[in-house]
């Protein structure tokens, strides 16, 4: 159990990274840690934003600052959302339903996986939130429809359409540690899950993990096999056309690098953009989001909103991706540790940092809302 003076004594959020590795099952917390190849983007995506000085103002009166923006015409009270990730129940048995819950009680936007591990409609049932439903094209264009059209029932404001994915990326850590959703206990994998005894009871005691959009039990596989099984390959901008047809109300697209991909979105009716390289989860020595994200508002800010996603775990770097002109971040490791340490308390904790982070830096910048969080304050090394 990781208590909530544990929690309390959580700084940062590499502090939380650290408890959750000491909570988790080692292949889960591999699964959420780590990155395709060399990890170098994986590092890259983090380290980028050191690139950046913040050359602030001084006697501007910013005690109080105002944190808010809007995206896709919701009003946010922290400039950032929580980016989808898949199978949240891997890290802890709350999964999805705790870091709904602490998005909505942080007044900002929850992405659900297409692969979650809780339902479309039991995360819906469940938060009053604003809920963003994020989308792989499936292989079965029937399965595809159903999604889309159980998403918009169940309330979800956008869909994401996520593009960097046309294949899995190659992440070692997982076929080392036997990975499977859902989890199988092999020798090696018992054996971890005895030093991981919080997370072993809730996996033996719980509900078992699946993916929960999907009807029946799926064989345990790699996730590399499943979405090799499950997902389009051959994926082209008319599918994304299709995609947006069928939805028909806000999309963003998610794991764009280039400005001139962010162009072709824009025409095809999508209207906001995630730049991101999942995380560095897929193309190794893909470009940082940050290091990419100013020509990319530069070309389409004026007709898309444009959200930073990878590698944010300081309230500095949310600063820095607004200075250049973001609308939001998205953050996926950063709550999932919080998560894998401590379930609901854990998400909330990892939101009160960097809102407090968020708080603290805009009151040093001499920033008292979001529009004074301009390239001015920005400086190059
Ligand atoms: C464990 C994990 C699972 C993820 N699953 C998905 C997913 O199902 N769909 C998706 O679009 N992105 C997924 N992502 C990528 C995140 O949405 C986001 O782009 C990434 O985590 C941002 O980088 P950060 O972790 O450094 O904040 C996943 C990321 C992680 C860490």
Redesign the pocket.
């Known amino acids: 159990m990781t208590s909530p003076a544990a929690l309390a004594r959580c700084l940062n959020i590499a502090d939380l990274r650290q408890r959750a590795r000491q909570r988790a099952h080692r292949a889960s917390f591999d ?3 780590g990155g395709a190849d060399d990890e170098v983007t ?1 590092r890259r ?2 380290e980028a934003f050191a690139r950046f000085e913040l050359h602030y103002r001084v006697l501007r009166e910013a005690a109080n600052p105002d944190t808010s923006v809007t995206l896709l015409g919701e009003s946010l009270a922290l400039p950032l959302i929580l ?5 949240q129940r891997l ?1 802890h048995t709350e999964g999805e339903l705790a870091a709904a819950r602490a998005a909505a009680e942080a007044g900002t936007v929850f ?1 659900l ?4 591990s809780t339902s479309i409609e039991t995360i819906a049932a469940s938060t009053t939130g604003p809920k963003w439903f ?1 989308f ?1 094209l499936w292989r079965d264009r029937g399965l595809a429809r159903e999604m889309i059209q159980r998403a918009k029932q169940a309330g979800f404001k956008a869909i ?1 359409l ?1 593009v ?2 046309p294949a899995h990326g190659n992440r070692e850590r997982d076929p080392r540690n036997g990975f499977t959703i859902p989890p199988r206990m092999g020798l090696l994998q018992a054996w971890h899950a005895l030093r991981a005894p919080a997370w072993t009871f809730d996996y033996l005691s719980r509900e078992p993990i699946r993916y929960a959009n999907l009807s029946g039990n799926a064989k345990a596989t790699s996730l590399q096999s499943f979405i090799g099984n499950h997902f389009a390959q051959g994926f082209n901008w008319s599918d994304a056309e299709w995609m947006l047809d069928e939805w028909n109300g806000p999309a963003v697209i ?2 764009v690098v280039r400005p001139d991909d962010a162009a072709t979105a824009a025409a095809a009716g999508f209207r906001c953009v ?1 730049v ?6 897929q193309l190794d020595h893909s470009p940082a989001p940050i290091n990419v994200a100013e020509p990319i508002i530069d070309r389409v800010g004026h007709e898309m909103e444009v959200v930073v ?5 300081r309230g500095t770097d949310v600063l820095k991706a607004l200075a250049l002109g973001a609308k939001a971040v ?5 709550y ?1 540790y919080g998560l894998a340490a401590g379930g609901l308390p854990g998400v909330r904790r990892a939101l009160e940092i960097l809102q407090n982070e968020i708080v603290r830096d805009m009151t040093l910048l001499g920033a008292a809302d979001r529009s004074l969080v301009t390239r001015e304050l920005l400086g190059r090394r």
Do not use: E, V
């Open positions: 699964y959420l840690d994986l995506n983090s980016s989808p990730t898949a199978c890290f992405c996986s297409t692969l979650s994020q792989y994401i996520t960097d994915l998610k794991g995630m991101s390289n999942h995380g560095g989860r996603d990878g590698g944010i775990r998205g953050i996926g490791r950063a999932l």
